[in-house]
């Protein structure tokens, strides 16, 4: 399988009696962009938990970037990046300061750190500003900084956890942009999102209900399917019937 960047068969995590993810099966392309979806409380966050290499899953299998959960979640963690909504910079260093201690963390050599950095705050327009606080950019800067420092290392994968919760869409299309050109330099995307709209960007879409993956396929074969316009409404007709409210 060496063109899956994810492989799942049958991924179970259970607390006590309670299954907040219920034996899922699935596999992500590499260079795909992904979209994992699911309303509060579907099991998203504790299966993109497993596939980081931060949970162990209770049953089930699963392979990240070619590694085991069970036995490498170290190996995955060196092999993918990630990103949340919750930032996480650092506000108290430089923008540049920010970019050279992820890259030491990630084990990038000190040349290529030097080299990739000023390449990287030129990219983003960032060149005047690199010795700003990060605390004093916008939100919108901020999460795209975030994202490049996530890929810095050019993992094989990159997660990204609500990535544009807050910024405003031109920022949202842009950050958007960089995904797909991290996608076309051979980085596969795994993303999840509450913005419908950007569904429609991902290559593939998986939605979780009540922690079982209910549906999984393009945005346009999602809509045949279910005979509707827009993700919004396929989301709307899978997640109508979920019983459970929190993640």
């Known amino acids: 399988m060496e063109n899956k960047a994810i492989i799942c068969k049958d991924l179970t995590k259970r607390f006590g009696d309670f299954k907040a993810v219920d034996s899922i099966s699935f596999d992500v392309n590499r260079g795909e962009i992904f979209g994992f979806l699911g309303a509060n409380g579907a099991g998203k966050t504790t299966a993109m938990r497993i596939l980081c290499g931060l949970s162990h899953p209770t049953s089930g299998e699963a392979t990240v970037a070619g590694f085991n959960v069970y036995k490498q979640p170290e190996l ?16 108290n260093l430089t923008i540049l300061e920010n970019i050279e201690f992820y890259g030491g963390v ?33 939100l919108g800067w901020k999460q795209k900084l975030a994202f490049s420092v996530a890929v810095f290392h050019r993992p094989q994968i990159v997660f990204l956890d609500e990535p544009t919760g807050g910024v405003d869409p031109i920022t949202r299309r842009q950050f958007w942009e960089m995904i797909y050109k991290a996608a076309e330099n051979g980085i596969t995307v795994f993303v999840t ?11 593939r879409i998986s939605i979780m209900v009540d922690g079982r993956l209910e549906a999984m396929d393009s945005p346009a074969n999602l809509k045949k399917q279910f005979n509707v316009h827009s993700m919004d409404d396929v989301f709307l007709q899978l997640a109508r019937g979920a019983k459970r409210s929190s993640d």
């Open 76 to 91: 995955i963690k060196q092999n993918i990046g990630y990103m949340s909504q919750k930032f996480s910079l650092y506000d």
């Open 106 to 138: 990630y084990g990038v050599s000190r040349p290529d750190i030097r080299q990739r950095s000023e390449e990287l705050v030129e990219t983003l327009g960032l060149g005047s500003e690199a010795k700003k606080l990060v605390g004093s950019l916008p």
């Open 193 to 203: 999102t509450h913005y419908m709209d950007e569904a429609e960007y991902c290559n």
